[in-house]
């Protein structure tokens, strides 16, 4: 696209990743204002990086006509033509960001959903000069070093079995839009690129594109959009994708409209006792004191119905002691069978034990936090005051409980392959009784992760969403957004 369109479109390096790789960044636009979007910040959420192709097409395609937006479905030329972005997203990110985000930017439309060639929806052209003095800023994958460890699952099948197998998600620290929580600590030379970024554009909008793996859309935001929930919940009914309306991640969070959610400042309750509070301290808020509004804006993977469901759920306390009992007895099974091949581990696992590590550890504290006489469930608790215990609610924790499993389990899976025992390749001085009991701990993981995704799959229904679907939906939110952002030189606040 740069090269096709040098008038229009400049690509450059902003940094590097840990292991070298280049981050880019695609900018569409001459404007003085300036929307940041980022593709690619965790690891296993990939459609964003075909979302963020998408957009600039579109925006370089309204900029050929002086800044005046046309169909979404029409192509780059104005012909008429469709505009699928398959393949051809998936040759601009090959060219844009080199074979390490091929599939974390395009082959996830280009291959695992190519039966959508073809299908397009439809927008009403507006007439409004959107774009004329705006500059669109595309980081096409913050975190290529993650992206490349998910490409095993990309071209699928799209089960839970296969892609739960392959998924690799960092922990916690190693991942790039959040900031150090040790004074004096530096920051990730993927979240320092990002940051210097921010610095240098202050973009009046930035918006973050996740893709939850199973659940539904929503949107958190760190300044009021209003009207915003109304165009999610219109693009989302046209995609047939749920609307989340109590997710996990956004639990306790104000909600100014279904599926949109008001960021917490530091002072606030920001996610259960158990896991890190860390949203204040991000990428998201640092270019808060600019006027900026960030959007993390979620496309899941497989949609639940169930999340979009408020009405009363008949046995909420009979929910949260199954949800909690099973989660305490999962991660008890999965930490002895750690242990038995702790001992065997080799360097080349360290990347996949500190994950493993880390989900383990807050698996005790959110099953207590979640049985029925805890903090959820207790009488005059949440479940009588703003934060009703509805159909919607528990099976977002339903969710969480079960993914905090099935991801353990794969990737404790893929660490055994990285290497345990002599015979994996692991540390040749351990007991050669260790190496023997790997094959036992094999079988026991493999049965177990097999048995928990087949249920986990069944039991919530879920349904696999076409990715043209995630990028049409992910593509429609960020234009409303920056529409509304756009609407104010100021954005006030959500809070004080």
């Known amino acids: 696209m740069a090269a096709s369109h040098p008038d229009r479109a400049v690509l450059r390096r902003i940094g590097s990743s840990k292991a070298g790789e280049p981050i880019r960044l695609l900018s569409v636009g001459r404007g003085s204002r300036h929307v940041l979007v980022v593709a690619g910040p965790h690891a296993n959420e990939p459609v964003g990086g075909v979302t963020v192709l998408r957009l600039a097409r579109y925006v370089a395609r309204s900029m050929a006509r002086g800044g005046r937006p046309g169909r979404p479905g029409q192509s780059a030329d104005g012909d008429g033509s469709v505009d699928t972005d398959t393949p051809t997203s998936t040759r601009a990110n090959n060219h844009a960001n080199g074979h390490a985000n091929n599939h974390a930017d395009g082959r996830v439309n280009g291959r695992a959903d190519s039966h959508v060639k073809g299908h397009t929806t439809k927008y009403p052209a507006r007439d409004v000069n959107r774009f004329a003095d705006t500059t669109w800023h595309f980081v096409l994958c913050l975190d290529p070093d993650g992206a490349r460890r998910n490409e095993r699952w990309i071209n699928g099948p799209m ?64 300044r009021g959009l209003p009207g915003l929930a109304d165009r999610l919940a219109r693009s989302a009914a046209d995609h047939r994708i749920p ?8 639990f306790f969070w104000p909600s100014p409209g279904p599926g949109v959610y008001d960021m917490p400042r530091a002072q606030e309750a920001d996610q259960f006792l158990s896991l890190p509070a860390a949203t204040a301290a991000s990428t998201w808020f640092h270019p808060h004191a600019y006027g900026t509004v960030t959007a993390v804006i979620e496309a899941p993977m497989w949609g639940v119905a169930e999340v979009g469901d408020t009405s009363p759920h008949p046995d909420p306390h009979g929910a949260l002691e199954t949800i909690s009992r099973t989660l305490r007895q999962d991660a008890r099974l999965l930490d002895g069978l750690l242990e038995r091949v702790r001992p065997g581990l080799s360097a080349t696992a360290a990347s996949l034990l500190a994950p493993v590590q880390e989900y383990l550890a807050v698996c005790p504290g959110l099953a207590d936090e979640w049985a029925p006489e805890g903090p959820l469930g207790e009488a005059g608790g949440l479940e009588a005051g703003d934060l009703p215990l509805n159909r919607a609610r528990i099976m977002a924790l339903r969710i969480a409980a079960q993914r905090l499993v099935v991801r353990t389990a794969g990737l404790m899976d893929q660490m055994l392959d990285a290497g345990c025992g002599p015979a994996g390749g692991g540390r040749a001085d351990v007991d050669v009784g260790v190496d023997a009991g790997v094959h036992d701990v094999r079988v026991t993981l493999d049965r177990f992760l097999t048995q928990r995704c087949e249920v986990f799959e069944a039991g919530c229904r879920a349904r696999w969403i076409p990715v043209h679907d995630q990028v049409e939906h992910q593509f429609r939110v960020v234009l409303a957004a920056s529409e509304l952002a756009a609407r104010f030189s100021e954005p006030r606040a959500v809070r004080a």
């Open 159 to 222: 089960t839970f079995a296969h892609h739960y197998r392959h998924f690799f998600r960092p922990g916690f620290a190693r991942q790039p839009e959040w900031l150090p929580t040790d004074p004096g600590a530096e920051p990730m030379p993927e979240t320092r690129a990002l940051l210097d970024l921010q610095d240098e554009l202050r973009p009046y909008l930035q918006c973050s594109l996740h893709g939850v793996d199973v659940g539904g859309s929503f949107v958190q935001l760190t």
């Open 243 to 250: 609307v989340e309306r109590g997710p996990y991640d956004a």
